[in-house]
C-alpha cells in the first residue's frame, strides 16, 4: 500500500466551479501534512499546510481528518489558472519527521 | 525568498559514465533532498541530509551516493549511469520544523 494515495483524476471542471479533491496516508504517526502544487514541467511549490482545525487562504480550504487518516482540499470559483497537480504530502515519522513522502497527485484542468 | 539553484536543467548523459547533479541554497537550511519524478509513480526520496557531512538513505538510493561537504550544496552522484536512471530529478531544502521544502526547477536527465 502506497503511503500517500490521490485520485490521479484528470478532474475537468468549468470555471467558477467548486471541487474537492482527497488523499489518505497511512501512518498514523504523520504529524505534518501539506498541499502542493505543480504545473505543467514545473517543479512543486507549497500551495499551504493543513492543520488539524482546518484552514482556509482565498478560495481554497484545507481539512484533517486523524481518525480516518485523509486530507481534503476544496477549491470554490474555480480559474482557468488553477489547472495544474495538486499533490498530497505528509511528513515521514522514518526521516525523524524530516523529510516529506508525496502522493502521485490530482490533475485539475479548468475549462473556460 | 529562498532559493534553490540546481546546475542543470537538461542533461543527457551515456550508460556508464559517472554522473554528478549539483544543488546549492542561500538560506542556510539544516536540510537538504534529492527526489526523482516519473510519471505514475510521483516523487520518491533517495537521500538527504540534516547537517554537513551528514546523509540518509531515502526510499530508493540503489545506483545513488550524494555528497555534503559545505551547508549550502548537496550533491547527487550516480556511480554508474543507467537507462532507468532517466528521469526528473529535484533538489529542495527545508530548515528544520519549517513549513514545507523549496524546489530547485529540477534537472531533467536522459541516460542514453
Known amino acids: 500500500r502506497k503511503e500517500v494515495e490521490q485520485d490521479p483524476g484528470p478532474f475537468n471542471v468549468p470555471e467558477g466551479a467548486t471541487v474537492a479533491f482527497n488523499c489518505t496516508y497511512s501512518?498514523?504517526?504523520?504529524?505534518?501534512f501539506f498541499w502542493y502544487r505543480q504545473d505543467c514541467r514545473k517543479e512543486p511549490k507549497l500551495l499551504m499546510s493543513?492543520?488539524?482545525s482546518g484552514n482556509e487562504d482565498g478560495r481554497f480550504t484545507a481539512q484533517l481528518n486523524r481518525a480516518s487518516q485523509y486530507i481534503s482540499l476544496l477549491i470554490r470559483d474555480s480559474k482557468l489558472s488553477d489547472s495544474a497537480t495538486y499533490l498530497c504530502?505528509?511528513?515521514?515519522?522514518?526521516?525523524?519527521?524530516?523529510?516529506?513522502?508525496f502522493g502521485s497527485g490530482t490533475r485539475l484542468q479548468v475549462q473556460p | 525568498d529562498v532559493k534553490v539553484t540546481q546546475s542543470s536543467r537538461y542533461l543527457v548523459k551515456r550508460t556508464g559514465e559517472k554522473v554528478f547533479l549539483e544543488c546549492v541554497q542561500d538560506?542556510?537550511?539544516?536540510?537538504m533532498f534529492w527526489y526523482r519524478q516519473d510519471p505514475g509513480l510521483g516523487l520518491r526520496l533517495i537521500y538527504f541530509?540534516?547537517?554537513?557531512?551528514?546523509?540518509e538513505k531515502g526510499d530508493i538510493p540503489e545506483g545513488y551516493s550524494v555528497s555534503r561537504e559545505k551547508k549550502e550544496r548537496f550533491s547527487l552522484i550516480l556511480e554508474s549511469a543507467s537507462t532507468n536512471q532517466t528521469s526528473m530529478y529535484l533538489c529542495?531544502?527545508?530548515?528544520?520544523?519549517?513549513?514545507?521544502?523549496?524546489f530547485g526547477s529540477g534537472t531533467r536527465l536522459t541516460i542514453v
Open positions: 529542495a531544502s527545508r530548515t528544520t520544523g519549517g513549513a514545507g521544502y523549496t
Open positions: 541530509s540534516y547537517d554537513v557531512k551528514m546523509k
Open positions: 501512518n498514523s504517526a504523520s504529524q505534518s
Open positions: 493543513v492543520y488539524s
Open positions: 504530502v505528509v511528513n515521514s515519522p522514518g526521516t525523524g519527521r524530516r523529510a516529506l513522502t
Open positions: 538560506m542556510d537550511h539544516e536540510n
